[in-house]
């Protein structure tokens, strides 16, 4: 196990995360499927002025097994309308908003477009970090190298699973932030903050100082709230979508968001 | 066929490209069937419920009738007659075992045509471990005894509605159940595919196939080695078995897929499944559907040591058409008195055309028979009308 770049500084993402971790802010980074509905930029737009710090856009993939019920959804309503990874790179490239955007999917379509031609494209696509769930740190190093080199910040995660020195690994080969997955299970909402996202939270916070953000199974503004109390953030996905799959616009998806920032801030 | 060594690669393929959470358990996995595959005590207790409980050796078949139809000389490894009525019990049981050893007394898995299901679930049931099987809803239709027969083993089937509804949504779905319960559960994949070790232990657990097909071939041939080994290929385990006792012969080694699922046909490298192999994608790397009268070889991958023996030369992979599977399906029927499943009938399709073409005349010709044909003849009766 070795960082791919190691020493090599984040990008564009990890500066403005730090800088607004540093400054005593905690960490929203709401999650969109890329290309669901033909208005989906509106809500990317939405969400960024509703106080995101980043935002990560799903690009769908066909077999998406870390996602559960509502993102499979999404992902495939998003596919069957004939949505493709250039499609969502191109309604990125005029998103026009303040906020860095962040993608997340799965490697294939990365080993597909091959890698230095995957780097450019989301770095040409104003994109400023990727997140691929299926590509662990061992499978890893060319991509960290090649997406370091087009400046495009490669956010590795780590588990409840993972021990402590592949924990270290992890944490020092990250750039953007550092995935924290809070819980053992797939995407969905849960009734309650599962232990385990704390008890991360506080190994990872305790051996980096990237910005380390709770994702998977945060489900409200209070979980968002409790989980931070450790964590410097997190990345709310399912609570959102479903929202947006039950008919909620632009605005309401924004309105949601802006609760959760104003707990986070409270 | 070597050890894939520590990255679990095959040539380029292989690895394991698995969410975070399932790697230590991937590395645990490794850890033990490598210590219990040095046990001798394991390879004992394994042994021993192969040949008292699974029925093996199973034996090698002259086939008179088909081979004088055929022109060449074909023998059958019979894996159809099995308990449970096919190859899948002979990697299952090694699994087991290895679950129990791992102190995992839950098992998922996957299945497509229900043998391998039918065949964790007997595992189970022996073991006294729980079992809960994904099955695409295409599936659990085409395949009702199956899934009947798995909840009389007491275990739970869990249809799947999401994507193709087949075999590849069934792989991502228990892939989800682990995710979350990999702390208990021990995930029996029922194929040579997957993220290391899967592709290697299974592979090494279907060995048997090979290893016992060598030794009766040898016997039967005066010494000698067929000329030709043919299995089917769906994830793969049958004919990476049944290889694995040839390929250091000069027996030229053929995997039959699925036209509608030829990975190895007309697939692209790619990462799907914990394995970087062949699959059937479209430009941007979305996985396509497989499609064939075949449950069990409805996949759009391929298990990655496939992929390397074809990039090396060391086999070749061909594809039939359900047209054709079905009429060779009813002539081992008619000529030998054995209804195959509909996986090997593709392999037997392959080589009833190939003896007319390119296979020269009195070649021997071994088939793995990786399955009894028990489960599709209702699908059979309503295409045959
Ligand atoms: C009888 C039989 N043969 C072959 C297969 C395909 O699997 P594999 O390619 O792993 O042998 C199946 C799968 O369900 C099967 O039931």
Redesign the interface.
Known sequence: MSAAAPGVPGGRLESALRARRDGGAKLLVPYLTGGLGPDWLEYVRAVAAAGADAIEIGIP??????D?PVI?RAS?DA?AGGV???GVLAGLAHAEVSVPLVVMTY???????GHVRTAHQLADAGVAGAIL???????ATDWLATAASAGVDAV????????DD?LDA?CEASRGFLYA?G????TGERDRLAGSATRLAARCTARTDLPVLVGVGISSADQAREVCRVADGVVIGSALVRRILGGAGPDEAAEFVAGVRRALDA | MREPGPGGRFGEFGGRFVPESLVPACAELEAAFTAAWADAAFRAELDGLLASYAGRPTPVTECKRLSERLGVRVLLKREDLTHTGSHKINNVLGQALLARRMGKSRLIAETGAGQHGVAAATAAALLGLSCEVYMGEVDTARQELNVFRMRLLGAEVHPVSSGSRTLKDAVNEALRDWVASVETTHYCIGSVMGPHPYPWLVRELQRVVGDEARRQCRQLLGGADPDVVVACVGGGSNAAGTFAGFVDTAAVLVGVEAAGGAAMGRGVPGVVHGMRSQFLQDEAGQILEAESISAGLDYPGVGPEHAHLGAIGRARYVSAEDGDVLEAFKLLAETEGIIPALEPAHALAWVTAAARTEIPAGSVVLVTLSGRGDKDVAQVMAMLG
Do not use: C, H, K, W
């Open positions: 993939f066909s077999d998406p097994v870390m559960g499979q495939a596919l493709t990874p250039a490697y294939n379509l990365v080993a597909r477009g769930p299926d590509l662990p740190l061992d499978e590795l995660l780590a588990a409840p699973t993972t021990p592949r992890i997955v819980l053992l299970g797939v």
